[in-house]
């Protein structure tokens, strides 16, 4: 042990593993490339380059699909135990469809897993993170019950061709975002529908996620092994006041933003939230429909979702505090009146420069104390947890964010006993935030987006974490970490 008698840094435990988190669209690049098919994303920011702050796309972004080798090279030089990453379903299946494998997609997938497994890096894949294939989304996308079925199958070509290399899956990254931002908002497809396709889309994914967990169960767990899970984001959402509306409020928040994919699968009984269910079948009552604009599940579906978890992936970066709205229901349906709280941060918390974002440790805790108490304390990785601030390689806000954070995450831990086995800083890279493109810069490692090879340089967080992540520790001073610099 090279810790010694006066050493009082806080540590985790030898098992915890310390990792990075990446998502396909958002650092591959080769958008067309190699057979590659066109997905949301791509026809997204081609058609309506307006719609992403600084007109960017994610045509060529990193040029990740090119650089396996030196990628796994800073990861290596983090001294990480674990890489989190997506697949993109059109570089595997082109149209999406699993008549027609694109054989370069899965040679790129290969590629990277041997050059992780020579480094003794964990793959942790996530098969969905926001890049539907286009021709499914011509069939309505998540909206169309089929989808659950389409995703079973392009599930069954992963596990049958990485499933001896890959032992950890997350089928969906932040169903809430997709759903709620994709169909009840303006990200890719822009639906814009919220209140209505926004709950179609949540109710085939957690049927997807349900099936294809079902599938891996009975099919591959004898044969490859492996744990499933799925990642879900969850911003704390704290009471504005110690009132007793503003305490019920809050708990309805969570319950929409979090219950709404949680509940169903991690809750004792399943199904959804009560609070959702009677909320939105009486908004949907008084707006005169004859269905509950919030589907049904069949209780077999309950059961089929229920429980279908081996570990829970965790999102988190921020905090809100909610008051209790006094909204009339409107006419017009939305998933913020069904919910009919107000949402919002304080000025005086350190702001970021993503406006969603700002710096509330103490939230990390309460959310994971919250998961603990509300669905049995189950198996956490913590799949996202980070932070943008501007350009620079002397980066001492992150390395605050992070130290800060950390420190939550260790209270929840070891004070609380919250059930946590490891932790993804978002991101390896500086990389395409979607709707904020390149103006947000999450990275360790700064891309030089001028230079031809897209250069990647090591932040001083990129220091800080490489400490960390060797030690299990957090250092007690900057000069623990600094000396290399
Ligand atoms: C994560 O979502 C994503 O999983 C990841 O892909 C992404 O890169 C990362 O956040 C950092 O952005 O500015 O009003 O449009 C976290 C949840 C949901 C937070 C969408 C930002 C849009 C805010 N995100 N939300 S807005």
């Known amino acids: 042990d090279h810790r010694n008698v006066l050493d009082s840094r806080v540590c985790f435990d030898d098992k915890f593993s310390f990792g990075v988190a990446t998502a396909s669209y958002q650092i591959e690049g080769a958008w067309n490339v190699s057979g590659k098919g066109e997905s949301i994303w791509d026809r997204y920011t081609h058609a309506h380059p307006d719609m992403v702050v600084d007109r960017s796309n994610a045509d060529v972004a990193d040029g990740s699909y090119y650089k396996v080798k030196e990628d796994v090279a800073l990861m290596v030089k983090l001294g990480i135990g674990f890489y989190r990453f997506s697949i993109a379903w059109s570089r595997i299946l082109p149209i999406g469809l699993s008549n027609y494998v694109n054989e370069d997609g899965i040679r790129y ?33 998540w909206t169309n019950p089929i989808m659950a079925d389409y995703f079973v199958d392009y599930a069954r ?26 169909y009840g908002g303006i990200e890719a497809p822009g639906a814009n529908s919220s209140g209505f396709e926004d709950y179609l889309c949540g ?29 879900l984001d969850f911003s704390w959402l704290e009471p504005a006041t110690t009132s007793v509306e503003d305490q019920q409020a809050a708990e309805t928040a969570r319950q929409f933003y979090f219950g709404w994919f949680a509940h169903p699968i991690f809750s004792k ?38 429980g279908a978890y081996d570990f ?57 104390n919250w998961v603990r108490v509300n669905y049995r304390n189950p198996k956490t990785l913590i799949t996202e947890n980070g932070v943008a601030f501007e ?6 806000k992150r390395v605050n964010y992070i130290d800060s954070y950390l420190r939550s995450l260790h209270a929840a831990i070891h004070q609380d006993g919250c059930y946590v086995i490891g932790y ?15 103006s947000e810069r999450f990275g360790l490692h700064e891309v030089d987006y001028q230079s031809p090879n897209l250069t990647r340089t090591p932040r001083l967080s990129a220091k800080y974490f490489t400490s960390v992540a060797k030690t299990g520790c957090l250092p007690n001073s900057y000069a623990d970490y600094t000396y290399d610099i």
Not at 269 to 290: E, L
Not at 424 to 438: H, I, Q, V
């Open 312 to 368: 829970l992936g965790l999102n988190h970066y921020t905090t809100y505090l909610v008051k209790h709205g006094s909204r009339r229901i409107s006419l017009q349906p939305s998933f913020i009146d069904d919910m009919n709280v107000i949402k919002f941060q304080r000025d005086e918390w350190p702001k970021t420069n993503s406006s969603w974002l700002k710096v509330v440790p103490w939230g990390f805790r309460k959310a994971l």
């Open 203 to 231: 109710h085939n994914v957690l049927r997807a996620h349900g099936m294809v967990y079902r599938m891996f169960d009975k099919e591959y767990r004898k044969k490859i092994g492996g744990h499933m899970g799925i990642t």
């Open 424 to 438: 993804a800083y978002w991101s390896l890279l500086d990389n395409f935030e979607w709707t904020r493109g390149f």
């Open 109 to 141: 997938y290969k590629e990277l897993l041997a050059e992780l497994r020579r480094n003794h890096i964990t793959p942790v894949a996530t098969m969905y993170h926001f890049d539907l294939p286009q021709n499914l989304q011509e069939l309505g996308g």
């Open 391 to 396: 350009r620079g390689l002397h980066d001492t």
């Open 157 to 182: 070509v992963l596990l049958d061709t990485f499933g001896d290399e890959i032992k950890i899956w997350l089928t969906f990254n932040e169903p809430y975002t997709f759903c709620e931002d994709g």
């Open 269 to 306: 009984y399943g199904d959804y939230p009560p609070v959702m269910r009677s909320m939105i079948d009486a908004n949907s009552k008084r707006q005169g429909f004859y269905h509950s604009r919030l589907p049904y599940f069949t209780s077999k579906e309950v059961e089929m979702i229920r």
